[in-house]
């Protein structure tokens, strides 16, 4: 009797042929390249280094693309961004020591918003694996163990047989969900010695599949579907997930209003009228969800800027599904389930029957949202206001937009359409400066039919100004947005508040109009009145381009203090 698991794929005689005589010239970091490629990767993003110079001798040789970026962490954050348009692992090459720890931050931000990148890093030569100190250049003690809480997975490659089961298993996890970054570290000498090890051609992994328990599916749809007030929360999970599409079936069914969190964007039509958009910075909305009785919450760890800083206390029963374990009844008691956003929502549209329907639901969600209108409104906030309205009418309905962390972004946290699922991000997820520029460059290499738009502060650009440089050189399709508000504005603003005054916010900062144009990328300065026109022109021209706005924005008044 042959089982299915006792099968094994022959080689052909071509095959055999071919691995009993690999072509030479070729070293370990051909079976870099080659496994990656086999695997199904066209694009990679990094920096040379000199222990990982074998791979990128290797890459001349091989049929990938390659962008390279100045910084290592900006060319994480470009690998992170292609990773979320695509839903595929982004490779991302980076030399030992200083180059890899300065991607820490990316990898970071990619971890919190399940970005799957493949970070291949070089090591100092195996002798000096281990913990002692050798004295080689770029040395630590563990390498390894600088990333193993930041990663999914962590893989140190010892010999180069190693190699292309390593890249395969690092590519496996990072797109095993929850999607994330992951780590594998070749030392020098197995990345520059000549290698006689055949051409790698098999690929195929299968990540695993994470559905819900049946039994926990079965319970979630009889709450929801008694539930008199049912509301949603929508987080990033939908959208890695993509899942919008069977959200709006489940909510259109049970007639229950959805918010999107921050990381959630575009999970769910802004206009339908269920939609209470992403106002979870507003008591008003706190309040609505803390009034349902059930409350559906997918693809969000209700951290502290989806619960309005922890200020969120449910009242009904919570049902909680997350692909991340760690992020699973963290923060308030819930029926779990440990799973995938797509698989759970279609458990409940195939178990849910005949619920209970709320026909004054969107009445309700409208008076919600005329609150927090009327609330806005009251704190006189055009400025603010009227620009985010330009850079919404400025930008193409599928065009992505990339956003720092500046006060333009956390208004369009909340106040933002970003039109279409998958097509608004921000570094949200950890919190660091610089995401924007460098996250836009990988998008449009991962898309070029779309105009990608970079937002920054003046602040968070000077982290990739070097990039400018990037942009000219690929032709890649970006406009950059800088808010020139001469410091850190939001900081600025919470120092205020807090201590009375400000310290160490003011930036004194170049002219970025002549600075953008000194790497050849045409820049323009408009202004409030003005930006709409200068920004739609931007996108539409191809190739890289600044449009610097000189204004000082506010924030709208937080409610969680209240």
Known sequence: MTHDHDLVLRPTAAQTEAALNPPGGRNGGDLVVESLAALGATTVF??????????????????????????????????????????????????????????????????????????????????????????????????????RGVVKSVHTVRTQSQVPSAIAEAWTSALTVPHGPVWVEIPQDVL????????????????????????????????????????????????????????????????APVVTTYGGKGAFPWTHPLSLQSWLEDRHTTDFLEDADVLLVIGSGLGELSSNYHTFAPRGRVIQIEADLGKLESNHPALGIHADARLALQALLETVEEPRTDPTAPERV???????????????????????????????SRAPSFWDMTILAYWAWSAFDPKAPNTMHSAQGAGGLGYAFPAALGAAAADPTHPVLAVSGDGGALYSIAELATARQYGLNVTWLIVDDGGYGILRE????????????????????????????????????????????????PGPSVVVLPAALRMFAPTHRD
Not at 54 to 80: H, K, P, T
Not at 368 to 396: F, G, N, W, Y
Request: aromatic share 4%.
């Open 192 to 255: 520059q010695a000549e290698t006689s090890i055949p051409v790698v051609t098999g690929g195929d992994t299968f990540p695993e599949e994470l559905p819900p328990r049946p039994e926990l599916t079965a319970v979630a749809a009889d709450l929801l579907a008694r539930a008199e007030r049912p509301v949603i929360i929508a987080g990033g999970g939908v959208v890695r997930a993509d899942a919008s599409k069977k959200l709006r079936q489940l909510a259109e069914r049970l007639q």
């Open 366 to 396: 409208r008076e919600v949202l005329d609150k927090v209108r009327a609330r806005i409104a009251s704190q006189e906030l055009t400025l603010e206001q009227d620009v985010l309205a330009a850079v919404r009418q400025a930008l193409p």
């Open 46 to 147: 990094g920096l040379p280094g000199q222990h990982a110079l074998g791979v990128f001798d290797a890459l001349r040789r091989s049929d990938l693309r390659y962008i390279g970026l100045r910084v290592e962490n900006n060319a994480g954050f470009a690998a992170d961004a292609y990773g979320r348009v695509t839903g595929e692992a982004a490779p991302l090459l980076l030399s030992t020591g200083p180059g890899a720890l300065t991607s820490l931050a990316a990898l970071q931000e990619a971890r919190a918003a399940s970005a799957p990148v493949l970070a291949i890093s070089s090591q100092v030569p195996t002798a000096g694996l281990g913990g002692g100190r050798h004295g080689y250049l770029h040395e630590l003690p563990d390498q390894a163990a600088s990333f």
């Open 494 to 541: 919470y120092m205020t508040d807090a201590f009375g005054q400000p310290t160490a916010t003011d930036l004194p900062g170049p002219d970025f109009v002549a600075l953008a144009e000194s790497f050849g990328v045409p820049g323009v300065r408009t202004s409030p009145e003005t930006l709409e026109t200068d920004l739609a022109k931007a996108l539409a021209a």
